[in-house]
């Protein structure tokens, strides 16, 4: 039997406290947007009204965050996981300068890039109404992310090794990225895709600016709702948002464990 020292005990009140400290709030939150009186408290009883209110109102406003996710995760993934194997196999000053050029976007206060896009493409036809000009805010934001976990993993794999083996056997180019690179790059695959997604559904500063009343996202709609409408509306907001978001992330972590590994002989291609 191990014998749990008091340093142990200690280590795992602490990690409780701060988990206390982290959900508890959120909990609360949640459960304001179900209660029928927030300044009553859980005495006054628990309804779906908020939700269902907030579901008829702003239905829209959360589709269509997690629709331009989505569109974010995409368009990162086709150029982030490209660029993070160009870094990796071209290391040199110049691909190190390409890298930290990369988080210029990140350092930079989101109004200040926001304005930034106002001002250089605001005026390209309907561009600024357009939900494609929030995305195009979040791609520039979010892709730092994806590169990085990408790049990581890629470097810590020997990506050289891997490919100079494959292409030892007759392996084309397609193949050896397709079937050795991606394959052994899943895991900063999905945790660059989970923060896209996360941050993308998340951001406010950018999208701030950038929205429009015909395109409004789900963190803008939040903060409406906390500024004009009761409190509990506001968590019922909240709630809708982790019933909406929570699933999706699951479902990208159940796709990140790992799966068996069949052994399988590189044939040349014709």
Sequence with gaps: MI?????????????????????????????????????VGISSGLTLRWVLEVWNG????MLLSVGLALACLVVTLLLGVPAAYVLAR??????????????????IPGLATALALIVTYGSVGGLRTSWVFILIGH?????????????????????????????????????????????????????????????????????????????????????????????????AYTLVFFIMIVPLLLAMQRAARPRPVKSSIIKDEE
């Design 90 to 107: 071209r290391q040199s000053r110049l691909t190190r300068f390409f890298e930290e050029l990369l988080v210029m976007p990140v350092a």
């Design 58 to 61: 702003y239905r829209d406003t």
């Design 3 to 39: 014998r749990r020292g008091s340093l142990f005990f200690v280590q795992l009140a602490f990690a409780l406290v701060v988990c206390a400290f982290l959900i508890v709030p959120v909990l609360l939150s949640i459960l304001a947007g179900l209660t029928v009186n927030y300044q």
């Design 139 to 235: 791609v520039l934001f979010t892709l730092p992310f994806m590169v990085r976990s990408v790049l990581a993993v890629m470097l810590a794999i020997d990506l050289k090794t891997l490919e100079e083996g494959a292409a030892s056997l007759g392996a084309s180019f397609r193949r050896r990225f397709f079937d050795i690179v991606l394959p052994n790059c899943r895991s900063g695959i999905v945790a660059g895709s989970l923060m896209v997604l996360t941050l993308s559904i998340g951001e406010f500063n950018m999208t701030w600016l950038l929205h429009t009343p015909l395109n409004k996202t789900l963190p803008v709609g939040l903060a409406d709702a906390y500024a004009s409408l009761r409190f509990e509306i506001g968590s």
